[in-house]
């Protein structure tokens, strides 16, 4: 995928993150739909293309609609050589962070290093090489994994 196409990409998850997404708005509640299906759908589809970018030799896709009061979550797991990464896409916090980066140990490493947040702003000001930047400094830590005592580091 193009890196036009992947900033675009970026800049629509950042606006349908804006948003409340567990909301129903009248529409069944026997899975997501609206807004909340379109950020699932797009959101696969901008890792798949980041896991490609990043380079991983291995990579895992997944999304979870979750229930009908949060936003759900899609999450890429990859690995370099020695050293992995964790991508999530969610509303956390009530919707101030939208995007979680740490470090992993394997595919199924879903706790990793210490917790670095994007807010929906960071997410429309960065162009995508400076993401890629950003996740791929991951790499240089590999396999460095410290908790900070439940506090979570922003990156600007």
């Not at 009248?26 to 959101?43: D, M, Q, V």
């Not at 992995?84 to 919707?95: N, T």
């Not at 394997?106 to 917790?115: E, F, K, P, V």
């Not at 090489?129 to 439940?150: D, Q, S, T, V, Y």
């Amino acid at each position: 995928m193009s890196v036009k196409s992947q900033e675009n990409n970026i800049r629509r998850l950042a606006g349908l993150l804006s948003q409340n997404l567990s909301y129903i708005c009248g529409e069944r509640e026997c899975g997501p739909n609206g807004a909340k299906k379109t950020f699932l759908n797009l959101g696969k589809v901008f890792l798949r293309a980041l896991a490609k970018d990043l380079g991983l030799r291995d990579a895992k896709v997944t999304s979870n609609p979750d229930g009908i009061a949060v936003s759900g979550e899609c999450i890429l797991i990859g690995m370099w050589e020695n050293s992995g990464v964790c991508i999530e896409l969610s509303q956390f916090c009530g919707g101030k962070y939208v995007l979680l980066y740490r470090t992993a140990r394997n595919l199924r490493d879903y706790t990793g290093g210490h917790n670095r947040f994007l807010t929906p702003e960071d997410l429309r000001k960065l162009s995508y090489p400076e993401l890629l930047e950003k996740f791929g400094a991951l790499r240089k830590e590999g396999g460095i994994h410290e908790r900070r005592g439940g506090q979570y580091d922003r990156a600007a």
